[in-house]
T-cell receptor, first 114, second 111 residues
Framework: NAGVTQTPKFQVLKTGQSMTLQCAQD?????MSWYRQDPGMGLRLIHY???????DQGEVPNGYNVSRSTTEDFPLRLLSAAPSQTSVYFC?????????????FGEGSRLTVL | DAKTTQPNSMESNEEEPVHLPCNHS???????IHWYRQLPSQGPEYVIH???SNVNNRMASLAIAEDRKSSTLILHRATLRDAAVYYC????????????FGTGTRLKVLA
């Protein structure tokens, strides 16, 4: 069972570089989201999507772009990386229409921006 | 968005029950109460959820106050493997589609 798959698991960038964190799920979930977690802190919502073609901002969207062209994939793009974006990034998905709405998380992507 | 408030940290002895509290005084009538936990160096995992009635599953129990302004996650016999950060969040059924996590409660289990 693949669940939620994130790639890459580790990445080092220089300030100003761009990159895309990939997230894929094989559970046919309508809802997908990205969180960041700074050391010793809780999770903060960056962007989320309730279906293909629909995205919206979370708590900390600045510096990040997302798109949802398919149900399975929800990539997170950093257009010009900054040291403040050094963090662990988690992708999560769930059914939305069902009452449980249990979130399934990926293993995380650790990003360092120098 | 409705917010939750949890103590920053708690301690428990191994094999004793643990009661983790959560306040959500601005909860709306259709918000589900979800609990997740995050083990060290892992992503969060679902623990339990409820709406109005108390709930039990193989991992834990969830006790919900009658006015729904607070809830308590109950681990019946804490083990060292239960040492984690526990998050209480509210899931709206309609309207805003956000799962907002707070800082959670860090549970330390003493051998």
């Amino acid at each position: 069972n693949a669940g939620v798959t994130q790639t890459p698991k580790f990445q080092v960038l220089k300030t100003g570089q761009s990159m895309t964190l990939q997230c894929a799920q094989d559970m046919n979930h309508e809802y997908m989201s990205w969180y960041r977690q700074d050391p010793g802190m809780g999770l903060r919502l960056i962007h989320y999507s309730v279906g293909a073609g629909i995205t919206d901002q979370g708590e900390v969207p600045n510096g990040y772009n997302v798109s949802r062209s398919t149900t399975e994939d929800f990539p997170l793009r950093l257009l010009s990386a900054a040291p403040s974006q050094t963090s662990v990034y988690f992708c999560a998905s769930s059914y939305w229409q069902r009452n449980t709405g249990e979130l399934f998380f990926g293993e995380g992507s650790r990003l360092t921006v120098l | 968005d409705a917010k939750t408030t949890q103590p920053n940290s708690m301690e428990s002895n191994e094999e004793e029950p643990v009661h983790l509290p959560c306040n959500h005084s601005t909860i709306s009538g259709t918000d589900y109460i979800h609990w997740y936990r995050q083990l060290p160096s892992q992503g969060p995992e679902y623990v339990i959820h409820g709406l109005t009635s108390n709930v039990n599953n193989r991992m834990a129990s969830l006790a919900i106050a009658e006015d729904r302004k607070s809830s308590t996650l109950i681990l019946h016999r804490a083990t060292l493997r239960d040492a984690a950060v526990y998050y209480c969040i509210l899931r709206a059924v309609s309207g805003t589609y956000k799962y907002i996590f707070g800082t959670g409660t860090r549970l330390k289990v003493l051998a």
